[in-house]
């Protein structure tokens, strides 16, 4: 493990391979799991004020789901989550021409709505973050690598161009921690890269 300011970084951030690879999954972390995408209160307050802007992007289902439980659900340990649709896909996603799942809340993002969406907002950090998860110890944040079997071709994909999690990562980890965290993290994966080539 790695310690940079108040978070303990799992060694599998230096050493997973992964790059997503939606031709294969297609999209399957959006539908598949027993709960939604984990969400921070910031980011609940934020829904509030962009769903109409994400709702044009979204499924019928999802809008419908949306109406009737909110922006937001509860997990089984009471953590807030983003709604299932029948219990299975998370209620913002779409399909794209391939049938590939994809994110609305990114969807509208990278459309440049205007309105309550000039935040910049991409999608939950959480999703952005995927396979990455952030646990609370006490005072530290845990920066664990989550292993699911759906993303087997990834790892594969990752693992033919030898791209590690932190530097596939780099965007949303930026997002998250900034820039100097880091540049921290990076300089400790360069510095075991280098280590493991000698």
């Given at each position: ?35 939604g995408a984990p969400l921070n209160e ?72 205007s309105g309550p969406l000039e935040h ?79």
């Amino acid at each position: 493990m790695y310690i940079i300011d108040q978070t303990i970084v799992s060694d599998d951030i230096f050493e997973i391979e992964f790059i997503c690879d939606l031709e294969q999954c297609r999209g399957a972390c959006c539908v598949e799991g027993d709960a939604g995408a984990p969400l921070n209160e910031e980011e609940i307050a934020i829904l509030e004020d962009i769903v109409d802007e994400v709702k044009p992007y979204m499924t019928p289902a999802g809008i419908q789901e949306i109406e009737q439980t909110g922006t937001f659900d509860y997990d089984e340990d009471g953590s807030f989550v983003t709604p299932l649709i029948d219990g299975r896909d998370c209620a913002y996603i779409y399909f794209d021409e391939q049938g590939i799942a994809k994110c609305a809340i990114e969807k509208a993002f990278e459309e440049g709505c205007s309105g309550p969406l000039e935040h910049k907002f991409k999608k939950p950090v959480s999703c952005h973050l995927y396979p990455v998860r952030l646990v609370q110890l006490d005072e530290y944040v845990a920066v664990n690598y989550h292993k699911w079997q759906i993303c087997k071709k990834a790892l594969k994909k990752g693992k033919s161009v030898g791209l590690p999690l932190y530097k596939y990562l780099r965007e949303p980890l930026v997002r998250y921690f900034g820039q100097a965290w880091y540049d921290d993290l990076y300089a400790e994966g360069e510095r075991r890269q280098k280590e493991k080539s000698i």
